[in-house]
């Protein structure tokens, strides 16, 4: 129980301190003994927030998830603008934002709302496709998101939304069909003026409140349900029903059949024409091109082009610790018939989806010592690939060509403290969902060694790509850079804003983000940072926070200011501490901070393996949020969450487009 004063304070100075707000301060108070108008208190907590149609103006603040005890909340009829709030104050019940100006997505925080009963987000600019949000809100009666801009398909989890008596989706751009909704109480269904498809569910057509004009809806009759489902067919449909259902169902079991013959095909020609050892035999794609390399250029089905002359120089090397940039295009999953330019085609909603789906889908596995030990030939020197302040990361190999990264521990962090134990380091990171965190595959905790199984990145980390780049390697394009940065932003700001309690990294660093098939940034290390802060953060030269040299004043701020040390490495292609460069230039942020605002010396300090190619707007949006993340006073540092948005208006600002860069990521945290 707690006054969240703070937050209000930055609401109403987000609201542009408004008169009719009686007794609202933008710095201080008492909201629960002095009755700040709107406010509702249940002894020193604040519980409910009724703003409704006073014409306010402004936003709505970014501190609104740290009012823990608030389940009522009424913004409604304003002119109210800007993005809904990642975090929202987690015991809501009642939410009406309706009659505003809000743009941006849905928060992802909404799915953590389990007491959640009605949602109200009509009449307002919401854009971008409805995310998996639905599994946990089986208490939600009534949600009205009409009259937005909302598209794509509804998604499957809204089958759990079991209490649901009132659906509004009206007045959108919604696609694909309905059936998601056949098995829900609803008694009030409006799905008008969009663009269903399909045909309408037969249990729906008995709603007494059922409006559905407005979309391309089939005619005819409907065609009989996936085996295994109730026919939703009205009785008395003949017995031409059966037989055609078995011939749908033949001819899919065939056709199932002969997709299995054909991949079990591919399989085996795989083994046979595959050497035993997938990494050390590989063959890397080189490309003596210095263009940048732009993988799929933050475009829904961009290419990347690849050279006839790029292809033929394909060679194993065998100092190669990762897979070089350019093995991207090689190790795509999706691909068009070879061309003579030999284009290769990514989509990102497709991979997103791949991508998302088999990370929160990952099982943590338990290792026996002697099998790491054979996967890593008993953890030699040749398989080192790795060493931090922690411990030293090992490549490990499966003769069937799978690799996977062996974190392993220095035993000096538990033998400091018995109580340590790494099944509980496991179970905190076990938790930890998210498209751009790295998941752990497994752990061994066996005679007294302690190791954590990764996945195993064949692009290798940030650092490599910007700092170890040899002749044959393409340098990033901006567009890439922009979008690590907005996907390890996404990262760093779901472990301190969604988990709960707030989980802090403390070694957030460019070998720290490992890049995949397709350079997407996936953040390492979480879950860590109780070794970390045995080492007083020990982050490396360029990276420590200038209050880190006291461990305990590490915080989130700490995270935010080595985040602006990557992002500044991402801006100039220069490491954070060089000492191979003139004094005054050696560490990164005492050089760059004073040129940061400076447009004619921006230019100079970007990477010059960008060749110039960089729209300028973009470029100096991309410095502002740098400049804010790098400031030396720790609360003048904004939130990761500002620093998500900041990167999204950049992207939209800068006229860059893809599906990388939408608000509707899916993850979790379970907790």
């Not at 109780?530 to 020990?538: C, G, I, L, V």
């Not at 948005?645 to 990388?660: A, E, F, P, T």
């Amino acid at each position: 129980m707690f006054v969240p004063v703070n937050a209000l304070n930055v609401m109403f100075s987000s609201m542009n301190n408004p008169s009719k707000l009686d007794g609202w301060k933008s710095s201080g108070g008492d909201p629960c003994g002095e009755s700040w108008r709107g406010i509702k208190c249940s002894g020193q907590a604040v519980t409910e927030i009724d703003l409704n149609n006073l014409g306010l103006s402004g936003s709505m603040g970014y501190q609104l998830g740290n009012m823990k005890d608030v389940t009522y909340f009424d913004l409604s009829m304003n002119n109210l603008k800007g993005d809904i709030p990642f975090q929202l104050p987690q015991k809501l019940e009642y939410i009406d934002l309706s009659g505003n100006e809000l743009t941006g997505g849905i928060p992802w925080s909404i799915a953590q709302m389990s007491q959640l009963k009605t949602l109200k987000l009509y009449q307002n600019k919401l854009k971008g496709q409805l995310s998996e949000m639905f599994s946990q809100l089986s208490k939600l009666k009534e949600l009205d998101l009409s009259f937005n801009q909302l598209s794509g398909d509804l998604p499957h989890n809204m089958k759990d939304l079991s209490s649901l008596t009132v659906l509004h989706l009206q007045n959108n751009q919604l696609t694909g069909s309905i059936d998601v909704l056949a098995s829900l109480p609803i008694d009030d269904l409006n799905v008008e003026n969009n663009r269903f498809t399909g045909w309408i569910p037969d249990e729906l057509k008995g709603i007494k409140k059922l409006k559905t004009n407005g979309n391309s809806w089939s005619s005819g009759q409907a065609p009989p349900p996936p085996p295994g489902q109730k026919s939703r067919r009205p009785s008395g449909s003949g017995n031409g029903y059966g037989v055609h259902s078995g011939i749908v169902i033949a001819a899919i079991v065939v056709g199932v059949l002969l997709v299995i013959g054909i991949v079990l095909g591919l399989i085996a020609k795989r083994k046979r024409s595959s050497p035993s050892h997938f990494f050390d035999d590989e063959r890397i794609s080189r490309c003596s091109s210095s263009t940048p390399l732009h993988s799929h250029e933050l475009r829904n089905d961009a290419h990347i082009q690849i050279d006839k002359s790029f292809r033929e120089q394909m060679s194993f090397d065998s100092t190669d610790t990762f897979a070089k940039k350019a093995s991207t295009a090689v190790h795509s999953k999706k691909h068009k018939a070879p061309s003579e330019d030999y284009a290769i085609s990514f989509n990102d909603n497709e991979f997103t989806e791949q991508a998302n789906t088999k990370r929160n889908s990952t099982k943590v596995s338990t290792y026996s010592l002697s099998e790491l030990q054979t996967l890593t030939s008993n953890f030699a020197t040749s398989r080192l690939i790795g060493e931090g302040s922690i411990g030293r990361v090992y490549k490990a190999k499966y003769s069937d060509g799978r690799v996977l990264a062996v974190k392993k521990i220095d035993s000096s962090f538990f033998q400091r403290d018995k109580r340590q134990m790494l099944s509980d380091v496991v179970s905190e990171i076990s938790k930890l969902h998210h498209p751009n965190i790295a998941p752990l595959v497994g752990y061994s905790a066996e005679q007294g060694q302690n190791m954590l199984v990764y996945e195993f990145y064949l692009n290798g980390s940030l650092h490599e790509f910007l700092h170890m780049s040899d002749d044959f390697s393409k340098p990033l394009t901006w567009n890439t850079r922009v979008r690590i940065a907005l996907g390890s932003a996404r990262a760093v700001e779901y472990l301190h804003e969604t988990c709960s309690p707030s989980c802090l990294h403390k070694n957030i660093k460019s070998s720290n983000i490992f890049l995949d098939i397709e350079l997407n940034p996936c953040l390492a290390d979480c879950g860590l940072a109780r070794f970390h802060q045995r080492t007083s953060q020990n982050l490396g030269n360029g990276y420590n926070a200038p209050e880190c040299t006291n461990p305990s004043a590490f915080t989130v701020k700490s995270d935010v200011y080595s985040f602006g040390v990557v992002m500044l490495e991402l801006l100039t292609g220069r490491k954070p501490y060089d000492s191979t460069r003139a004094k005054k230039e050696q560490l990164l942020v005492q050089w760059a901070s004073p040129q940061l605002h400076e447009i004619d010396a921006l230019d100079k300090m970007v990477d010059p393996a960008l060749c110039g190619l960089y729209p300028p707007k973009s470029l100096s949006r991309f410095a502002d949020v740098i400049a804010r993340c790098i400031q030396s006073e720790p609360s003048f540092r904004p939130p990761m969450s500002e620093v998500v948005q900041s990167l999204v208006r950049l992207v939209k600002g800068s006229g860059l487009s893809g599906d990388d860069f939408s608000s509707s990521h899916r993850y979790s945290f379970d907790f």
